[in-house]
């Protein structure tokens, strides 16, 4: 079976070395996935001064470049981010406008860059905002030419106003543990497809 690249972009908002859920849910998905040939590394989006835009390189030392040449490089990317005020974080939001610069880029058959590049999602937080985060990201992705595969998000939401994060819990839940299973197979047959028939250019 031909082993597969992923990237794991952690959206948290706290700079290394402090904890972080988004980390703790994005490793075991790329746990999930390396049981289906998948290898990869993950990066922590804000320990890289990532610039605000929508160009593929902001200039004076744009910490986005180099990002950007791992998710070319990669045959899946995760975004992962937390929830803050019921949505993704503003660099989970960044990330996005970042990737819009995409949408000018073609390979050499003229299609857009990023087609047979699968995505998918993970969002951990103790407030409501999973699915909304989750519709968000799908849209934002899918527009600039990944493609997503059937159920591929996991999350994990805590109890509203409590101050149980995912990282305190004995054991994953039972329903993580699913879905973040069902994301992995399901997102790897899927880049496996698209690795061996990509989407045809067009007239």
Same mark, same amino acid.
């Given at each position: 079976? *031909?082993? !597969?690249?992923?990237?794991?972009?952690?959206?948290?908002?706290?700079?290394?070395?402090?904890?972080?859920? *988004?980390? !703790?849910?994005?490793?075991?998905?790329?746990t999930a996935l390396g049981a289906h040939d998948v290898a990869g590394t993950t990066v922590r989006?804000?320990?890289?001064d990532v610039r605000p835009g929508v160009e593929t390189d902001m200039g004076d030392g744009d910490g986005w470049p180099k990002i950007r040449d791992l998710v070319l490089a990669?045959?899946?990317v995760v975004i992962g981010t937390p929830i803050w005020m019921g949505h993704m974080s503003s660099i989970a939001q960044r990330v996005l406008e970042r990737l819009d610069a995409e949408l000018a880029e073609t390979d050499e058959q003229g299609r857009p860059i990023l087609f047979d590049k699968v995505a998918a999602v993970a969002?951990?937080?103790?407030?409501?905002?999973?699915h909304h985060a989750t519709a968000g990201l799908y849209q934002g992705l899918v527009d600039v030419g990944f493609t997503v595969a059937a159920q591929a998000a996991t999350y994990w939401n805590g109890e509203a106003m409590q101050k149980v994060d995912y990282?305190?819990?004995d054991e994953t839940p039972e329903a993580v543990a699913n879905a973040t299973e069902i994301l992995a197979r399901t997102t790897a047959h899927l880049a496996r497809a698209l690795r061996a028939q990509p989407y045809p250019a067009g007239d």
């Open positions: 079976m *031909t082993t !597969l690249t992923a990237l794991a972009l952690n959206c948290t908002l706290k700079p290394s070395p402090a904890d972080s859920n *988004t980390d !703790l849910l994005l490793s075991q998905v790329m989006v804000v320990d890289h990669a045959d899946i969002v951990v937080g103790n407030e409501d905002g999973a990282r305190d819990l």
